[in-house]
């Protein structure tokens, strides 16, 4: 079963860029489709970000679209967040999720629920 560890969390000034890292271990990540969510307190978890197994076509929320990347490193077993021109609202625990789905449907790998495997996220802090 594949295991993931998310890092690079941190605190950063609004309109910076953090970097958030999910590293895997057990299974390759060459055949997982994977997934960024994220959840303020008191808030539902969101989507913001997915990339197929493939590791071409990706999709985003609309609230990081042009803003945020999210890509696959298979050499290195790992799945990266880029996050640029941060905002305050993007403030919230970022967790990254694995599928084994094939799909091509962005609504597919928004839904957590399609997601089984998942990391015990870090936190991102965004000051004003």
């Known amino acids: 079963q594949v295991q993931l560890v998310e890092s690079g969390g941190g605190l950063v000034q609004a309109g910076g860029s953090l970097r958030l890292s999910c590293a895997a271990s057990?299974?390759?990540?060459?055949?997982?489709?994977m997934g960024w969510f994220r959840q303020a307190p008191g808030k539902e978890r969101e989507f913001v970000a997915a990339?197929?197994?493939?590791?071409?076509?990706?999709y985003y929320a609309d609230s990081v679209k042009g803003r945020f990347t999210i890509s696959k490193d298979n050499a290195k077993n790992t799945v990266y967040l880029q996050m640029n021109t941060l905002k305050p609202e993007d403030t919230a625990v970022y967790y990254c999720a694995a599928t084994v789905s094939t799909s091509y449907s962005g609504t597919y790998y928004s839904n957590h629920n399609n997601y089984g495997f998942w990391g015990q996220g870090t936190q991102v802090t965004v000051s004003s």
């Open positions: 057990g299974r390759t990540l060459s055949t997982y489709a």
């Open positions: 990339i197929r197994y493939t590791g071409i076509s990706t």
